[in-house]
């Protein structure tokens, strides 16, 4: 599929992460994990802030009835307050040693999902070989109440979206290049009858996903530089290729949530590749045919 594409803020992620969009204010966050660093794109002021932090943000979502997000860190979730830059730790879903939380995003009902791997960063951003698959999915309800929904076994926890219907979640693992679905129960937060949707795709490694309201999964592939969209029956339909080689993740926003925004990565690209493609790191954003599903809420 060939398409046109845009630049969003002049900005180039070591790891650019988690982009969700914000009907009310129509303006897109982000998190850079390597670069412990929040971003705001405003759109009407073309203006981007950004906020720093102590531990690597990996995973962001704004709150439904409160100021401020949810973040999940290497080694915590916190809530953040943008007016001070304050992070206030809400809980530890995985004290495992050695691991660190990953994907994030939060359902329908205003839970906050987030998945672990073992940590594959040193103190300085640099990589460390995964040497075990060790990472679990967990929920997070507005309490602070952690569920843990799987045992420690996947190896980069990624992907989360749930289908138009509320019945259906996706979760992905990198490492196995797999792709997940379970039946869903929206008033329990229940997983159950986890089955493959796609795995093997031979081009990069699943990493964040957007759904749209067909119920389609747009898939954005690190190191393979596409997004795929997977049909419920497990599918590719789209397969776009992209200016950059590792996009993380994606989301639908806009006016009629029609863009598609991704974030992209510079992270395990040599000097020579960043050097010959200067959009390494980007967000980028294109225009579909499609309506994407809202980013939802925490209600914490």
């Known amino acids: 599929m060939k398409t046109s594409f845009n630049l969003v803020a002049k900005i180039r992620n070591q790891v650019g992460e988690s982009p969700i969009w914000d009907d009310k204010s129509k303006c897109l966050y982000w998190v850079d994990i390597i670069g412990k660093s929040i971003h705001k794109y405003d759109f009407f002021d073309d203006k981007t802030t950004i906020w720093k ?54 359902d329908p009902s205003g839970r906050l999902w987030v998945g672990s791997m073992r940590n594959n960063l040193k103190p300085d951003g640099s990589g460390r070989d995964i040497d075990r698959h060790s990472g679990a999915l967990f929920r997070i309800d507005a309490d602070g109440t952690v569920s843990q929904h799987t045992e420690f076994e996947f190896g980069i926890s990624n992907t989360m979206a749930w289908s138009p219907d509320q019945k259906i979640f996706y979760f992905g693992d990198s490492l196995r290049n797999v792709i997940f679905a379970f039946d869903y129960d929206a008033d329990t937060g229940d997983l159950h009858n986890r089955r493959i949707l796609i795995d093997g795709y031979p081009h990069g490694a699943p990493d964040g996903s957007a759904i749209d309201t067909h119920g389609c999964l747009w898939n954005a592939r690190f190191g393979g530089s596409r997004i795929i969209r997977i049909t419920p029956d497990g599918r590719i339909d789209k397969e776009i290729i992209l200016p950059v080689t590792n996009p993380t993740s994606c989301t639908f926003g806009g006016a009629d949530r029609s863009t598609l925004f991704i974030t992209s990565a510079k992270f395990g690209l040599t000097d020579e590749q960043l050097k010959s493609n200067p959009q390494e790191g980007a967000l980028i954003s294109m225009k579909t045919e499609f309506e994407g599903m809202p980013d939802f809420k925490f209600r914490g």
């Open 53 to 106: 932090s102590e531990d690597f943000p990996t995973a962001i979502a704004l709150r439904q009835f409160e100021e401020g997000a949810i973040i999940a860190l290497g080694g915590c979730v916190s809530l953040f307050d943008f007016k001070t830059g304050d992070f206030t730790k809400f809980c530890n879903p995985d004290p495992t040693a050695g691991n660190r939380l990953n994907e994030g995003r939060c």
